[in-house]
């Protein structure tokens, strides 16, 4: 009965390698983002042994996806946030190869896997965030820079989506009007929405972002085909025409702005 409850204690899940850190010469400390049980914070110790291939069945790199099997901090995560647990053992099912030979697509995975860490609270589960994480990944590998920029913009949105943070990018934030593709307008990272023109700005009216901050102009028809980009998992491979790399990143940036003021930390 006693092996039993130990044995109890052993969490197995799927899992995608966000950050990894040495921690000594032996051993790492690695963030894992697991489909049911969110963001794992977990210390693999001696994993860098010999010894330990038996349990490490590749390596723990970044953006790598396997199944783990780890034992949860000894308090509550609720209470305690981001305590670390302990791998107990790591199963590599896929090391992103066609990543690791294209840089732009290595940056750009890194930069999901960064929003991911800023905008997902440890231990609180997100499996669709976790299905679309594997979804631009895929993505991301072994296309063009249209497609890579798209599967970037698509992710990070559905991030924000799923933290709770999704920006308004359908209206203005102040007058409620339908915004016009035709028409230039000013994001608000602070409120994360935009606002249809000079007039309805915050400084027109009198009244601060909160917190005060700088707004960014762009372009009516770049926030509305934002509005209207599916999440990774519904993204055609390929598209009926090229895509705008121009107009994808400044998509992005304007996300990552919204991030940034979030976080209150640069990406």
Known sequence: ??????????????AICLRVQDFSE???IVG???????????IAKGVKRESKKGVVSGPLDLLTAGEVVFVPPKSSPA?????????????LLD????????????????????VTTLLVHPHDPHPDLFDQLEAALRLLSGHGAGQRARALVAYVKAALVAA????????????????????????????GGIVCDDNCSPAAQGVSPRPAGPTIAAAGRIVIALSRLPAPTDLPPVTERPDDVEALWSAIHLLLAQIESITDRPI
């Open 1 to 14: 009965p006693f092996y039993n409850h130990l044995m109890a204690t052993y969490i197995s899940d799927d």
């Open 164 to 191: 709770g943070y999704g920006p308004q990018l359908d209206r203005c934030l102040r007058c409620a009007k339908p915004l016009l593709s035709d028409r230039r307008v000013r994001f608000l990272p602070t409120a």
């Open 95 to 114: 090391h992103r190869t066609g990543l690791r030979t294209d840089l732009a697509a290595l940056d750009s995975g890194m930069l999901c896997a960064e």
């Open 26 to 28: 032996t051993s790492q």
């Open 32 to 42: 894992l983002f697991t489909r049911a049980h969110g963001l794992v914070p977990l």
């Open 79 to 91: 209470a305690t946030g981001a305590e670390l647990g302990t791998l107990a053992a790591w199963e």
